[in-house]
């Protein structure tokens, strides 16, 4: 009894994502103290050199870093257990307060690039699986190989430039709206940083599409759906990509847990208060229980989205539904 | 099913539309709004943009530049810089100082208030004091007022202050915002909640990583500002904040990077303004072979300070000698060799026993400023020149510090803070006993009986000539080579007016600021 449920495969999975989050928690706690400086370095910079040896007592004793090391370990994770994601040392804000305003950014900007990314991705690779060393294959091809080629930063950094400078366009110098306060101009502010995102994403999925759409043309049931006269067109959408769908997902997912983690850069260009500036100001900061937290919590949306991804897998295949 | 799933699919469509257009409609109000408030066109809203968040609401603590400048609008301190940055009256509207130098009275302005509507008196000024001094606070100004020994509130609104020793720097280490007056009731742990200062500013909303929002304090004693609020909005990236300025989202900036200034354009005015912060290379003179004078006058000799400027910072800036503040300026010509004199450098070197030349390491911060690198680099070139082979170390900011505090280096490139008043600069660094001192490797019987003669010294010319004594003393030993000092690029919107930018940096004249 106990044997076969270890063996159902469900289980088997959370056991693993329990795994990895708290070797992602391990992890993320020895690196943070492993990088030069610490909390008293990070706020009072070369000042820091002047404190007295009293002074600097009293600053450990408030950081909470005058304690053992492992005290310090324990003491996060048995509150993480009672739900208590630690507070951030500037500011006295709640970690879990932060998410609740930076999650939301990150997930509508992931959101929008990967249907963007889908669009491009499979729209572009269908097409050019489909007309295989003509011209729109070479086109579908350029597209990929730009979207990996111009750097993200670059891209983003010029859209910017050229549209505040010649158009006098931007929204993202306004202050950050969400799309409950005001979608138009949370509209405005995510449009161009997920596309830019969008963009990049595009070229991988674009790629498996490609690849996975000749792989499954060739076969036969292909050739037994036209010749029960099935439109081209109906065959291409309805049949071959369906069944070319699972490296996609695979790949979609992937992409979407990554953008889940943050897309630090156009977040900074772009001004979006999103979960990966709030790491990397953390980091800068040294706010130890800040980075912990929301590094943890990035791990757990990366594994719920390969979760998701795999239970997507048994909707789409039925093959994978009767293993 | 399926055919059920393809008949939903065009309402579905059709709704998304419907929505789509409803939310534009209802948005394109809320758009205007948000316009005119951004623009300011009719309000007194000043927006500034600026690259990273404050760390911290409580004065006694903030280093950050950009907290400081925050703070400054919210709180104040008994004394204000003038546009010389000479000490004069602030929540003090006069002093007095004793025929022995032991004892400043100070008579504090009346009728003013916090911003929580208590009366600001002489008790407040005492409980700040005390708390700062307490090591507990752990307060970065403790050492300024170090020389305080004992404090008396002889009535309300007069302080009477007993010293240790003379201290003529001390009315400059008063104005300082680490200095700033909280209420003696003062909550610490409360005050990145809840700040309460004297300044012409109050906190009105603080969202982190975004944006600080302060609103006039219309009881301010300086008089209620006009401009009713100001926001510094986070934009990270530098050139975002020149697209912001263009675009009118923000209408101040200020930039410490030439090459960015230099991209604004348009409308938008930029004022330069020369900063006391100063470029320099500090040689540790307690490892060998810095340890000999004429090692480092060697060093001091091969550098080209003006090459340095020039392809370091594309010579926007000033070449310096060791003191930047107005009033004591040093002569920048004064020095063993005026000019670069390689030759000169050789001859030292040699002196030194290195004929043969000698070969030592740099430190430089790689991300904290823009210029490091470069300045390191056209150094070390420079030095290879006199025969002294560098090699240089570019390190990351976190990495930079630990070794800069913990004095691990032969050579640093560095940018240190300055004050107006060279006591205030320098004492700490160069004195045996000051806080400093093991950082910046070098101090002499000399140089303290200078620097205290300097404190106890009260007529202002006498002063200017004992700090011109120790800038040519340092020249002579060179423990650092001083380099240049930079511009503030203070980028304004063409409606903004009435606001000076200082030489400190300071942004207080913000208090002076309207839209037009």
């Known amino acids: 009894m106990l044997r076969k449920l270890f063996e159902s495969p469900v289980l088997r999975r959370i056991l693993a994502a329990i795994g990895t989050l708290i070797g992602v928690a391990v992890l993320v706690f020895i690196m943070l103290r492993a990088l030069p400086g610490d909390q008293i370095q990070a706020a009072y910079g070369t000042e820091a050199?002047?404190?007295?040896?009293?002074?600097?007592?009293?600053?450990?004793?408030?950081?909470?870093?005058?304690?053992?090391?492992?005290?310090?370990?324990?003491?996060?994770?048995?509150?993480?257990?009672?739900?208590?994601?630690?507070?951030?040392?500037?500011?006295?804000?709640?970690?879990?307060?932060?998410?609740?305003?930076?999650?939301?950014?990150?997930?509508?900007?992931?959101?929008?690039?990967?249907?963007?990314?889908?669009?491009?991705?499979?729209?572009?690779?269908?097409?050019?699986?489909?007309a295989k060393g003509k011209f729109r294959d070479w086109l579908g091809q350029s597209i990929s190989l730009l979207g990996l080629g111009v750097p993200t930063f670059l891209l983003g950094?010029?859209?910017?430039?050229?549209?505040?400078?010649?158009?006098?366009?931007?929204?993202?110098?306004?202050?950050?709206?969400?799309?409950?306060?005001?979608?138009?101009?949370?509209?405005?502010?995510?449009?161009?940083?997920?596309?830019?995102?969008?963009?990049?994403?595009?070229?991988?999925?674009?790629?498996?599409?490609?690849?996975?759409?000749?792989?499954?043309?060739?076969?036969?049931f292909v050739r037994t759906a036209r010749a029960k006269g099935i439109s081209v067109k109906r065959v291409r959408w309805n049949h071959i990509l369906r069944n070319a769908s699972l490296p996609i997902v695979?790949?979609?997912?992937?992409?979407?847990?990554?953008?889940?983690?943050?897309?630090?850069?156009?977040?900074?260009?772009?001004?979006?208060?999103?979960?990966?500036?709030?790491?990397?100001?953390?980091?800068?900061?040294?706010?130890?229980?800040?980075?912990?937290?929301?590094?943890?919590?990035?791990?757990?949306l990366f594994v719920l989205v390969n979760l998701a991804t795999d239970l997507l897998y048994r909707r789409i295949d039925p093959r994978v539904r009767a293993e | 099913m399926k055919a059920k799933r393809q008949r939903r699919l065009p309402?579905?469509?059709?709704?998304?539309?419907?929505?789509?257009?409803?939310?534009?409609?209802?948005?394109?109000?809320?758009?205007?709004?948000?316009?005119?408030?951004?623009?300011?066109?009719?309000?007194?809203?000043?927006?500034?943009?600026?690259?990273?968040?404050?760390?911290?609401?409580?004065?006694?603590?903030?280093?950050?530049?950009?907290?400081?400048?925050?703070?400054?609008?919210?709180?104040?301190?008994?004394?204000?810089?003038?546009?010389?940055?000479?000490?004069?009256?602030?929540?003090?509207?006069?002093?007095?100082?004793?025929?022995?130098?032991?004892t400043v009275t100070f008579k504090l302005r009346e009728g003013v208030t916090f911003s929580d509507g208590s009366e600001f008196d002489a008790e407040d000024v005492i409980a700040s004091y005390e708390t700062i001094q307490d090591p507990e606070t752990a307060a970065v100004s403790a050492a300024n007022l170090a020389s305080i020994d004992a404090m008396e509130a002889t009535d309300p609104h007069t302080l009477e202050m007993t010293l240790t020793q003379p201290d003529a720097a001390l009315f400059s280490k008063l104005s300082s915002l680490g200095t700033a007056i909280m209420p003696s009731d003062v909550d610490l742990a409360d005050v990145e909640n809840n700040p309460v200062g004297t300044g012409g500013f109050t906190l009105q909303d603080r969202s982190p990583n975004q944006s600080v929002t302060l609103a006039a304090n219309p009881d301010y004693w300086y008089g209620a500002p006009a401009l009713e609020t100001i926001e510094f909005r986070v934009i990270p990236d530098q050139s975002a904040v020149v697209s912001a300025l263009q675009a009118g989202n923000v209408q101040m900036a200020v930039f410490d990077d030439a090459t960015v200034a230099s991209t604004v354009g348009g409308e938008i005015t930029v004022e330069e303004t020369a900063r006391l912060d100063m470029h320099v290379l500090q040689l540790n003179s307690e490892r060998e072979p810095m340890n000999d004078v004429n090692v480092r006058l060697a060093i001091s000799c091969a550098?080209?300070?003006?090459?340095?400027?020039?392809?370091?910072?594309?010579g926007e800036g000033e070449v310096i000698g060791p003191i930047t503040s107005p009033s004591f300026k040093s002569d920048p010509t004064d020095r063993p060799c005026p000019e670069r004199d390689v030759e000169q450098a050789k001859q030292y070197l040699a002196d030194a026993g290195?004929?043969?030349?000698?070969?030592?390491?740099?430190?430089?911060?790689?991300?904290?400023?823009?210029?490091?690198?470069?300045?390191?680099?056209?150094?070390?070139?420079?030095?290879?020149?006199?025969?002294?082979?560098?090699?240089?170390?570019?390190?990351?900011?976190?990495?930079?510090?630990?070794?800069?505090?913990?004095?691990?280096?032969d050579m640093a490139v560095a940018l240190n803070g300055a004050s107006a008043d060279p006591d205030a600069t320098y004492g700490r660094y160069f004195t045996s006993t000051g806080n400093l001192n093991d950082?910046?490797?070098?101090?002499?019987?000399?140089?303290?009986?200078?620097?205290?003669?300097?404190?106890?010294?009260?007529?202002?010319?006498?002063?200017?000539?004992?700090?011109?004594?120790?800038?040519?003393?340092?020249?002579?030993?060179?423990?650092?080579?001083?380099?240049?000092?930079?511009?503030?690029?203070?980028?304004?919107?063409?409606?903004?007016?009435?606001?000076?930018?200082?030489?400190?940096?300071?942004?207080?004249?913000?208090?002076?600021?309207?839209?037009?």
Request: charged share 15%; glycine share 10%; with cysteine.
């Open chain 1, 49 to 130: 050199a002047a404190l007295s040896p009293e002074q600097r007592t009293a600053l450990e004793a408030y950081y909470g870093i005058d304690q053992p090391l492992f005290v310090q370990f324990f003491s996060w994770a048995g509150q993480l257990l009672t739900g208590n994601l630690g507070i951030s040392t500037r500011g006295q804000e709640t970690v879990a307060n932060m998410t609740m305003q930076s999650l939301p950014v990150t997930f509508q900007l992931a959101l929008l690039a990967i249907i963007i990314a889908l669009v491009i991705g499979v729209g572009f690779g269908v097409l050019a699986a489909a």
């Open chain 2, 354 to 409: 290195y004929e043969d030349g000698l070969s030592l390491k740099m430190i430089a911060m790689q991300d904290g400023y823009s210029t490091a690198i470069a300045e390191a680099q056209t150094i070390q070139s420079q030095l290879a020149e006199a025969g002294i082979e560098v090699e240089l170390e570019p390190l990351e900011s976190g990495t930079y510090v630990d070794r800069w505090i913990a004095t691990d280096f």
């Open chain 2, 303 to 314: 550098i080209d300070r003006e090459g340095v400027l020039e392809s370091a910072a594309m």
């Open chain 2, 439 to 516: 950082v910046a490797a070098f101090s002499t019987d000399e140089l303290d009986a200078l620097f205290l003669e300097g404190r106890s010294e009260s007529d202002p010319e006498a002063r200017k000539e004992i700090y011109a004594e120790i800038s040519g003393y340092l020249e002579d030993q060179a423990p650092w080579i001083w380099l240049f000092t930079g511009y503030n690029y203070t980028a304004m919107a063409p409606q903004v007016q009435g606001f000076e930018p200082l030489v400190s940096g300071s942004l207080l004249g913000l208090r002076d600021a309207s839209i037009g």
């Open chain 1, 157 to 220: 950094a010029a859209i910017l430039t050229i549209a505040a400078q010649l158009l006098g366009f931007n929204p993202n110098g306004l202050p950050y709206a969400h799309p409950w306060e005001n979608p138009l101009l949370n509209f405005n502010q995510m449009i161009i940083p997920a596309a830019v995102l969008g963009f990049s994403v595009a070229a991988p999925i674009l790629r498996t599409t490609r690849a996975s759409f000749l792989e499954v043309s060739e076969l036969d």
């Open chain 1, 250 to 300: 695979t790949m979609t997912g992937m992409q979407f847990g990554f953008l889940l983690g943050g897309a630090v850069v156009i977040e900074q260009i772009f001004s979006l208060p999103g979960l990966g500036r709030q790491v990397l100001l953390a980091i800068n900061q040294k706010d130890f229980a800040v980075v912990q937290s929301t590094v943890l919590i990035i791990a757990l």
């Open chain 2, 11 to 102: 309402k579905l469509v059709a709704a998304i539309g419907v929505s789509a257009l409803a939310l534009t409609g209802c948005a394109e109000g809320v758009t205007t709004d948000e316009q005119t408030g951004g623009d300011g066109a009719a309000e007194q809203n000043l927006v500034i943009g600026v690259t990273t968040d404050i760390n911290s609401l409580n004065p006694w603590t903030a280093t950050q530049y950009q907290a400081v400048d925050v703070l400054t609008q919210m709180y104040g301190s008994l004394v204000e810089f003038d546009a010389e940055l000479n000490p004069g009256p602030g929540l003090a509207e006069s002093w007095e100082v004793s025929e022995d130098g032991l």
